[in-house]
């Protein structure tokens, strides 16, 4: 078995569908799924896992809320059911990890957020601090200000976007059925289960079927184009039943699900996609020093820096040249030219006085730099 499984993973992004949080028949939160659900998180974060949560369930909650009864909601209800429900959803989550002493952190996203590569850094980064600071995000799209074309419609792969964004190791989507089967188990008595995916082919494509109709807008047509987000971007992913209580500890203890294997690990993926980035001639020169700190492995601070070129706006990639003119790497660099220019050679603690404003303490961080040696072979691989 490649990569991360329930056991190893050590960042999980969860996604809950709607069916899961809310009671078909009564349209009620399921408050004892929803508690034993938060005590599986903050066991995980006990084991030191860092966990974010992609909740559905704001439209079904805002639209009973509103008495909006009709089977298709029409976009502009489905906006103000969003509004309406995202405050219900966001409480019943942090009443229920407050319970575990976890503090909840609500992040709404858009289609924009994980497809532009700038918003895509920003929402990553602010992912990042709060994992960093010990909170539990909990992610949903914006759907109220979300219109038909700019809208993903389902968090099976709003999910795996911030799965890839976070470089998780391990998306679960947790469903109302037990992973994928080679035809529709509603539907064929015989249907078998299919337990490790390790390519998506097109017989598994096949697989997939129609979407069903309901609260939740994915299926496993929508769970498969997760899959091919996720384990593109080397995370591993995971469709279980999580209807009963404890569903991850269930998932542990070897309950029935189906996995579909990362195609390259985490930071390899995030490698190829910054050695891919590179579009200009900008370069960054730096001192013998800084030269060194790179090649072992530590981010670009301004001080380091002896000159900047060429154009380029924050989240591009850049060369990053030693004393020599050698090409020591290439990074996806914090700063605007003319802020760069303007930090160069300074010490962090400057940046602020230098600018107007408090920015990033680094030009250039490790995690998004890629070594030249490493770059080439990167590149090598995807040919
Ligand atoms: N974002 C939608 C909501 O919270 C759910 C989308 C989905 O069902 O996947 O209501």
């Known amino acids: 078995m490649t990569g991360a ?20 028949g009564t349209g009620a939160l399921r408050r004892d799924w929803l508690r034993s659900f938060a005590g599986d998180v903050a066991r995980m ?16 909650f805002g639209r009973r809320q509103l008495g909006l009864t009709g089977q298709a909601l029409a976009l502009e209800e489905k906006q103000a059911a969003a509004a309406v429900g995202q405050i219900h959803l966001a409480h019943a989550w942090q009443e229920a990890l407050a319970a575990h002493g976890l503090t909840l952190a609500q992040v709404l996203l858009s289609l924009s957020d994980t497809e532009e590569r ?8 602010t992912l990042t601090q709060l994992f960093g600071l ?7 799209e914006n759907d109220t200000v979300a219109t038909e074309e700019i809208r993903f419609g389902d968090n099976d792969r709003l999910a795996a976007r911030v799965a890839q964004m976070v470089s998780a190791d391990l998306l679960v989507l947790l469903s109302d059925i037990d992973g994928l089967y080679d035809r ?11 337990p490790e995916v390790s390519a998506l082919t097109d017989d598994i494509r096949a697989m997939a079927g ?48 189906t996995r579909f294997a990362p195609a390259a690990s985490a930071g390899t993926a995030r490698k190829r996609w910054i050695a891919g980035a590179l579009g200009n001639d900008a370069r960054i020169a730096v001192d013998a020093g800084a030269a060194n ?62 600018l107007g ?27």
Do not use: W
């Open 45 to 60: 974060r006990g084991r030191g896992r860092e966990v974010a949560i992609v909740s559905s369930g704001a439209i079904a």
């Open 5 to 24: 499984g329930i056991d190893e993973a050590r960042r999980i992004v969860v996604k809950i569908g709607s069916a899961l949080l809310i009671d078909d």
């Open 210 to 257: 129609e979407p069903r109709p309901g609260y939740s807008s994915g299926g496993m047509v929508t769970k498969l184009e997760a899959a091919r987000i996720a384990v593109g971007a080397g995370c591993a992913m995971i469709v279980s039943d999580g209807r009963t209580a404890n569903p991850i500890r269930r998932l542990e203890a070897g309950e029935r699900h």
């Open 118 to 125: 700038r918003r895509h850094l920003n929402a990553r980064e």
């Open 184 to 194: 529709d188990p509603r539907l064929h008595d015989d249907a078998r289960h299919i």
């Open 134 to 140: 010990g909170a539990v995000p909990l992610i949903n």
């Open 293 to 354: 700190a790179l090649r072992r492995g530590k981010s670009l601070l301004p001080a380091g820096v002896t000159a900047v070129e060429g154009q380029f706006r924050r989240g591009d990639a850049v060369r990053i040249v030693g004393p020599d003119g050698a090409e020591i790497a290439i990074g996806l660099i914090a700063y605007d030219a003319d802020a760069a220019r303007k930090i160069a050679g300074r010490q962090s603690h400057e940046i602020e006085a230098l």
């Open 357 to 383: 404003y408090k920015g990033r303490d680094v030009l250039v961080h490790r995690d998004d730099m890629v070594e030249q040696g490493l770059r080439e072979a990167a590149l090598r691989d995807t040919d």
